[in-house]
């Protein structure tokens, strides 16, 4: 008689998509892979955007060379996980160029991984507005391509004078609601991959099932 076994802990993948290693955005990365870990007991692969070295996308490079190790190497590592977490800043208003570039790549796997995903996005920045302006468009293209991205995005302002020594926020409000948002994203995650009854049940946009071609060609 087959017995029921629980299911591990959740893998989330945590990105810190600045490629200064120092940066306010690997702090943030860093201190949310530990939340992660140690608020929900999930495994954390923490990484870093310079782990993943690509040029810039080239539709004759892809058709000559395939895609490149590191675009590979990024999918698997997100494939390997239920969850994805990025620590992204803004630059003009947007985001960073190399994250762009490494999702475009990326995008070009079939099946392309992050189609059904969860994604939590946060961001650092010395400015008043905290780096949210490149997690507007951060949205964009990691929602055409069928990813799940958490309506509440976490943006730390004046982050250089942010951090404590150990490594959590100087607010404890701010620190706070980023516990409470980084728990609640991955309940969510939760109820979607393990409980087949709430499966496929969760969606931000009403197109977000439609046949339409041209989506079917970005998610699939």
């Given at each position: 008689?087959?017995?029921?076994?629980?299911?591990?802990?959740?893998?989330?993948?945590v990105?810190?998509?600045?490629?200064?290693?120092?940066?306010?955005?690997?702090?943030?990365?860093?201190?949310?892979?530990?939340?992660?870990?140690?608020?929900?007991?999930?495994?954390?692969?923490?990484?870093?955007?310079?782990?993943?070295?690509?040029?810039?996308?080239?539709?004759?490079?892809?058709?000559?060379?395939?895609?490149?190790?590191?675009?590979?190497?990024?999918?698997?590592?997100?494939?390997?996980?239920?969850?994805?977490v990025?620590?992204?800043?803004?630059?003009?208003?947007?985001?960073?160029?190399?994250?762009?570039?490494?999702?475009?790549?990326?995008?070009?796997?079939?099946?392309?991984?992050?189609?059904?995903k969860?994604?939590?996005?946060?961001?650092?920045?010395p400015?008043?507005?905290?780096?949210?302006?490149?997690?507007?468009?951060?949205r964009?293209?990691?929602?055409?391509?069928?990813?799940?991205?958490?309506?509440?995005?976490?943006?730390?302002?004046?982050?250089?004078?942010?951090?404590?020594?150990?490594?959590?926020?100087?607010d404890?409000?701010?620190?706070?609601?980023?516990?409470?948002?980084?728990?609640?994203?991955?309940?969510?995650?939760?109820?979607?991959?393990?409980?087949?009854?709430?499966?496929?049940?969760?969606?931000?946009?009403?197109?977000?099932?439609?046949?339409?071609?041209?989506?079917?060609?970005?998610?699939?």
């Open positions: 008689m087959g017995t029921d076994t629980a299911p591990g802990p959740m893998r989330v993948l990105l810190g998509a600045s490629l200064r290693k120092d940066s306010l955005n690997a702090r943030l990365a860093s201190l949310v892979a530990r939340l992660v870990r140690d608020e929900a007991g999930a495994d954390v692969d923490h990484a870093h955007m310079d782990e993943f070295s690509m040029p810039l996308y080239n539709g004759d490079t892809e058709a000559g060379e395939g895609l490149p190790p590191g675009a590979l190497a990024l999918r698997d590592r997100l494939a390997a996980c239920e969850a994805l990025i620590s992204s800043p803004e630059y003009n208003a947007s985001m960073p160029g190399g994250l762009k570039n490494a999702i475009d790549w990326v995008s070009r796997v079939q099946p392309q991984p992050f189609k059904d969860h994604a939590l996005l946060v961001s650092a920045s400015s008043l507005v905290g780096g949210n302006r490149g997690l507007w468009a951060l964009v293209p990691l929602e055409h391509l069928g990813t799940r991205v958490y309506p509440d995005m976490f943006s730390l302002a004046r982050a250089h004078e942010g951090f404590t020594a150990d490594g959590d926020l100087s404890g409000g701010l620190h706070a609601r980023l516990v409470e948002s980084v728990t609640a994203f991955l309940r969510l995650v939760e109820a979607d991959t393990r409980y087949v009854c709430l499966r496929r049940r969760w969606y931000e946009f009403l197109g977000d099932c439609t046949d339409a071609p041209v989506t079917q060609r970005a998610q699939d």
